[in-house]
Each structure stands twice: as structure tokens, then as C-alpha cells.
């Protein structure tokens, strides 16, 4: 083990290496098993750290510099704390004609968060997402990467129900 081992273990669970190194065992560099590394990390705490970041680095032997540069380059990948359910609406052309700026608003009038914004009660983050390629099925949205189609102000009350049901349950 490198010197760097007891930095690891306290940034990172011994759940997260192991997954990380088995990862890492697909690739001849390390460093091509970062997006997976990072996505060990998300699902274990739910978004990346800085210092989850740079554990993740000295074990994929990079800078976090570099690290980071993928992390941020990849919005599926969370660099701050977000909520427990993802909202994440396409605001893809199709997806603004159909109407997704009414979805957009019904989100905000039910859970008083904007683009980038977590609800009080840490429950939801809605964050804006490209084209997801159902532009037939417009407007879209993923929650919790499940994607649900022809949304309206109606769509979303039921969608908001299911969920406090399904957390209640």
C-alpha cells in the first residue's frame, strides 16, 4: 500500500475502494475507470466531495485537478449535496415547445425551488437536462432516472404524490 492509504480509508469506506479497485481492474490505467470511480462515490453518499474527490484521485493516481475536470464535465455527476429525489427536466427544444417552462413552473409553485435549488426539507433538486432523446414524448423528465413523458401541471402534482407515497411507505 502506498502512503496515501490512510488518507483513503478515512475519505473513503472500505465498500467504496474495493468497487473503485474493481473498477479499476477493467482498465490498463487506472485513470480511464474515472467516471465509474466517481459514480461509486455518488451512490454511496449521493454527490462527490472534495475530499471524496481527492481520494478517488491518489487512488486513480491523477491530480484532482484532472479529477475534477471530468466530474465537472459530466452532469450526472454531482459536485454539491442534492436532494433525494433528482428532478431533471429537458429543456431541449422539443421540450420547450411542448411546454416544459409550465412544467418548470408547477415545479416551482409545488416545492419552491428554482434550476440548481434543493428543497427545504432536502427532499428534491431539480436541475435542467438536454435532450433526452424522447422528443416524440415531450415534455420530459427524470426522476431519479426514471423517465417520465408528456408531463404537464397535472403530471407533476401526481408525480410529487407518488413519490411522499412511496417514501411514506
Request: aromatic residues 6%; glycine residues 6%.
Amino acid at each position: 500500500m502506498t502512503d496515501a492509504q490512510p488518507t483513503l480509508i478515512s475519505s473513503l469506506s472500505e465498500a467504496e475502494i474495493a468497487e473503485i479497485r474493481a473498477e479499476v481492474s477493467h482498465y490498463e490505467y487506472p485513470q480511464a475507470a474515472s467516471i465509474e470511480a466517481l459514480k461509486v462515490v455518488q451512490k454511496y453518499r449521493g454527490w462527490v466531495s472534495d475530499e471524496s474527490l481527492r481520494a478517488v484521485a491518489k487512488l486513480l493516481e491523477m491530480s484532482a485537478e484532472q479529477l475534477d475536470g471530468v466530474a465537472t464535465f459530466y452532469s450526472l455527476i454531482f459536485r454539491r449535496p442534492v436532494g433525494e429525489n433528482m428532478l431533471m427536466l429537458c429543456d431541449g427544444i422539443s421540450c420547450w415547445m411542448l411546454g416544459c417552462e409550465q412544467v418548470k413552473a408547477r415545479i416551482q409553485e409545488r416545492l419552491g425551488i428554482d434550476y440548481g435549488e434543493t428543497s427545504p426539507d432536502n427532499k428534491f433538486t431539480l436541475l435542467p437536462v438536454t435532450c433526452q432523446g424522447a422528443c416524440d414524448r415531450a415534455p420530459v423528465l427524470l426522476k431519479n432516472m426514471q423517465l417520465y413523458t408528456h408531463l404537464s401541471a397535472a403530471g407533476i402534482d401526481a408525480l410529487l404524490a407518488d413519490t411522499a407515497a412511496e417514501q411514506n411507505s
